[in-house]
């Protein structure tokens, strides 16, 4: 296929404005995908993206349109999710195009995910084309939004594409502006082959099947190959195809295409995802810049229910990780659960999702700790360790500070709610900037968060006391001292490791005597009774909760006799009670785990 009729290109918007419907008709009109096998959101092919009504990995499809010049173009299509924990999936599929659709909903105008993913592309220096999506709807405001979209990426009113993804309205006219607006790709063919990794997933026959853009040169089955990340190790491609909901082998790739590769890769650590593809008899000089790496913000502990399925789980966290290159994991070990993985997220969305596929695709039922951030702290010598544990926190006095991570957070949200939205970020620690009023009813506050403060709750109640309307994108900022201490669970005596959490000290009462309640409901009674304890950087108690122990009837076998036949029986289940209560370990069940999760609601 010649450069000049291929366009690579994006849909990126804010979450729920409508890009994965707007996908459907673009494959609906070319085409692409028969009637009777069409569908909603139809690129968004996981149980839980349906389920939820996200998109949650970018998806690559390649259409074919007959333009009103008459000629035939080849389209390769890159969807991408809209949420912020999936910022990276944006970043990358952004680097496998040289244009973007960016689709802003009519009625809600422009949201703090717009801005940034917008700032993405501009980076990226992708041609941008503005799009108003959902204009049959009544409460749709077309010629304001169009205004505040050309206001945002300095352009005209007139430039903003209005299309109705669901009725299908100005999606032909859409088609039409992507052949003109987007340019080619401009690759050398004669060129040694250089082609990006964007992404990669695992297929049980074939191993890992990597996703690539071809920048330069051309692939072809059966030519070497080498990874720059790796160059001393040499694969030959066994498939060579495009992608249209699924895998097609066409033997040949070129400059400017999008397709696959499998090269019977098993150990799915060669493929890196951001690495550059080359031949191996004749590699190129340099790789390709790839795009910038990201950085884990929210931690957690992920056991296996069952610790016989150690092994299962790495190898399920390998799959995953191909799939999901934001997925970071190290091996650890917990005195209350077990051997498992320190995981590092994007979120705690992120962190949900991965939970939910390791069960769902993996069959591997998990139990999480409590989800932390990575602090710095800095010790009596002037040392400065890391540490993503708050079980590793040293006691109080083996240390001078403790650091956490700071964001800067731009929250949207209509005029009448700052006054409220103000309340709440002041509440989680925010250090309030400045307002900017980007509408006539709508204003963009800027605040400085700690991180741990907003990955709970923060978005489900901003989005409450927005009624919906208000949104949240932040990036990462700097290390600042804050007053933090380590807050341990201990149970019976016995301090539980998984359930420890770096807190602010003024906050460390309220939490700590909440997470007793909420343990003292879930663990079962014993027969003795189990102290539930909270305590800051390993001192005394600051909380406690009893569970009263479980009685059991043991004089219920007698029917007579003289009183003292009962005492004897008390007495002795009383001295075992406290033999018990010395040697006894308790046993905290899953849902506790869990619950805990919930404590900042």
């Given amino acids: 296929m010649d450069q000049q009729h291929i366009r690579n290109f994006s849909i990126i918007a804010h979450i729920d404005h409508g890009k994965s419907t707007l996908a459907d008709r673009l494959l609906e009109i070319t085409g692409t995908i028969e009637a009777r096998k069409m569908r909603e959101q139809v690129l968004d092919?996981?149980?839980?993206?349906?389920?939820?009504?996200?998109?949650?990995?970018?998806?690559?499809?390649?259409?074919?349109?007959?333009?009103?010049?008459?000629?035939?173009?080849?389209?390769?299509?890159?969807?991408?999710?809209?949420?912020?924990?999936?910022?990276?999936?944006?970043?990358?599929a952004l680097s496998a195009c040289e244009g973007a659709i960016l689709v802003v909903d009519a009625a809600q105008g422009i949201q703090a995910q717009t801005v940034a993913?917008?700032?993405?592309?501009?980076?990226?220096?992708?041609?941008?084309?503005?799009?108003?999506?959902?204009?049959?709807?009544?409460?749709?405001?077309?010629?304001?939004?169009?205004?505040?979209?050309?206001?945002?990426?300095?352009?005209?009113?007139?430039?903003?594409?209005?299309?109705?993804?669901?009725?299908g309205l100005g999606t032909p006219e859409l088609l039409e502006e992507i052949i003109r607006r987007i340019p080619a790709p401009s690759g050398n063919v004669a060129a040694p082959l250089r082609a990006l990794v964007f992404d990669a997933a695992h297929d049980s026959y074939q191993g890992a099947v990597v996703y690539v853009r071809v920048f330069d040169g051309e692939l072809r089955d059966g030519d070497p190959l080498r990874?720059?990340?790796?160059?001393?190790?040499?694969?030959?491609?066994?498939?060579?195809?495009?992608?249209?909901?699924?895998?097609?082998?066409?033997?040949?790739?070129?400059?400017?295409?999008?397709?696959?590769?499998?090269?019977?890769?098993?150990?799915?650590?060669?493929?890196?995802?951001?690495?550059?593809?080359?031949?191996?008899?004749?590699?190129?000089?340099?790789?390709?810049?790839?795009?910038?790496?990201?950085?884990?913000?929210?931690?957690?502990?992920?056991?296996?229910?069952?610790?016989?399925?150690?092994?299962?789980?790495?190898?399920?966290?390998?799959?995953?990780?191909?799939?999901?290159?934001?997925?970071?994991?190290?091996?650890?070990?917990?005195?209350?659960?077990?051997?498992?993985?320190?995981?590092?997220?994007?979120?705690?969305?992120h962190l949900e999702i991965v939970?939910?596929?390791?069960?769902?695709?993996?069959?591997?039922?998990?139990?999480?700790?409590?989800?932390?951030?990575?602090?710095?702290?800095?010790?009596?010598?002037?040392?400065?360790?890391?540490?993503?544990?708050?079980?590793?926190?040293?006691?109080?006095?083996?240390?001078?500070?403790?650091?956490?991570?700071?964001?800067?957070?731009?929250i949207v949200c209509p005029?009448?709610?700052?006054?409220?939205?103000?309340?709440?970020?002041?509440?989680?620690?925010?250090?309030y900037l400045n307002t900017e009023y980007v509408a006539?009813?709508?204003?963009?506050?800027?605040?400085?968060?700690?991180?741990?403060?907003?990955?709970?709750?923060?978005?489900?109640?901003?989005?409450?006391?927005?009624?919906?309307?208000?949104?949240?994108?932040?990036?990462?900022?700097?290390?600042?001292?804050?007053?933090?201490?380590?807050?341990?669970?201990?149970?019976?005596?016995?301090t539980v490791d998984a359930l420890s959490a770096v807190v602010h000290r003024d906050a460390a009462y309220r939490i700590g005597r909440r997470m007793c309640e909420v343990l003292k409901e879930l663990i079962p009674r014993q027969q003795f009774e189990v102290v539930i304890q909270a305590a800051l950087g390993g001192g005394k108690p600051i909380a406690r909760e009893s569970i009263k122990p479980l009685r059991k009837d043991v004089i219920a076998k007698l029917y007579g006799g003289d009183v003292t036949r009962k005492r004897k029986l008390l007495e002795k289940q009383k001295a075992g009670k406290r033999r018990m209560k010395r040697v006894g370990r308790v046993d905290v069940p899953p849902e506790a785990f869990l619950a805990v999760l919930k404590i900042g609601e």
């Fill in 117 to 167: 993913n917008a700032y993405l592309a501009i980076e990226a220096g992708l041609t941008i084309i503005p799009v108003l999506n959902k204009i049959d709807l009544p409460q749709a405001d077309c010629d304001r939004h169009a205004a505040e979209v050309a206001n945002l990426l300095s352009c005209e009113p007139r430039d903003v594409l209005r299309v109705s993804a669901k009725t």
């Fill in 227 to 349: 990874f720059f990340a790796q160059p001393e190790h040499r694969h030959d491609a066994d498939q060579v195809g495009i992608l249209q909901l699924g895998y097609i082998p066409t033997g040949h790739l070129a400059a400017g295409e999008v397709g696959y590769i499998t090269a019977h890769l098993k150990d799915i650590h060669e493929a890196r995802v951001g690495d550059t593809v080359s031949n191996a008899d004749e590699p190129a000089a340099e790789a390709l810049p790839g795009f910038r790496a990201i950085k884990p913000m929210v931690f957690s502990g992920l056991y296996p229910a069952d610790s016989d399925r150690y092994g299962d789980l790495r190898t399920a966290l390998d799959k995953l990780r191909l799939n999901d290159a934001s997925l970071s994991f190290v091996p650890e070990r917990s005195l209350a659960l077990g051997f498992g993985f320190r995981c590092g997220f994007l979120g705690l969305l």
């Fill in 355 to 410: 939970r939910e596929r390791l069960a769902r695709e993996f069959n591997q039922p998990i139990v999480a700790t409590v989800p932390n951030v990575e602090y710095e702290v800095t010790m009596n010598d002037g040392t400065v360790r890391t540490i993503d544990n708050p079980a590793d926190v040293p006691p109080r006095g083996q240390y001078q500070s403790i650091a956490e991570p700071y964001v800067r957070a731009h």
């Fill in 415 to 431: 005029t009448d709610a700052v006054g409220t939205v103000m309340t709440l970020s002041t509440g989680k620690r925010g250090s």
């Fill in 440 to 494: 006539g009813d709508r204003a963009r506050l800027i605040f400085d968060f700690p991180l741990a403060e907003i990955i709970f709750d923060f978005y489900d109640r901003l989005k409450s006391v927005t009624r919906g309307y208000g949104s949240l994108d932040y990036d990462y900022l700097e290390y600042r001292v804050s007053a933090l201490e380590r807050l341990e669970i201990r149970l019976a005596g016995e």
């Fill in 45 to 92: 092919n996981m149980d839980l993206e349906r389920e939820r009504g996200i998109t949650i990995k970018s998806h690559a499809i390649r259409m074919r349109h007959v333009a009103a010049d008459g000629a035939e173009y080849v389209l390769n299509l890159i969807d991408t999710p809209g949420h912020v924990d999936f910022n990276y999936e944006v970043s990358r």
